[in-house]
Every structure is written in C-alpha cells, then in structure tokens.
C-alpha cells in the first residue's frame, strides 16, 4: 500500500492540490481526478487526506472516513453520502480549465 500524507510528492507518489475552493485535484500513478474539496461528513479538508494509490482511495483527516476515488463511495468510517470525483481524462486540458480556473 502506498499511502502518504496529501500534497506530498516523491517518485510516483499520490498528491493532492487544491485546485478552486471546492475541488481538489488526485494525482496518482498518471491518473488524475477531481473530487470535493471537503469531505461529506463534517468538512474535513480532504487535501490534508491520506491517499492509498494502490487501491485508489482517500482519507478524511479529520474521523477518517475513506472513499473509493472511481466512485466516490464511502468505504468505511462515519456513514455520509459518496464524496464528488471526476475522472480527468488524457485530452481533456488542464484542470484549472476543466472547472473554470478560478478559486
């Protein structure tokens, strides 16, 4: 399992950056989605999550609900409603662009 902090970088490593105030964009072995910025139960800060690369998944900081990055589905932690994600597909530009640019 490769799981590291948020917004941590290294060799192929998962990261997390915001990208406006509600989307954060994953990067994770070439693949890129966009999902909430803030987690359905309570509003944590999902760019402060811990991503699972491998099994491409995400982590709330704050009560540690974890989500399914394809689908959104919450996977264990306080029952809530699937957080929002987005495939970004090659082709489809940059992010920023897919969602307007601004914060």
Known sequence: MTAVPAGRQGSGEPVVRQVTEDLVLVEVGGRKVLAAALCPHR???????????????????????????TSGERLSGAACAALRVVDVL??????????????
Do not use: M, N, W
Request: glycine share 20%; charged share 25%.
């Open 90 to 103: 090659p082709g489809q530009g940059r992010p920023e662009d897919l969602v307007g640019g601004a914060s």
């Open 43 to 69: 509003g944590g800060r999902l760019k402060y999550g811990r991503v699972d690369g491998d099994r491409l998944r995400i982590t709330c900081p704050l009560h540690h609900t974890t989500f399914d990055l």
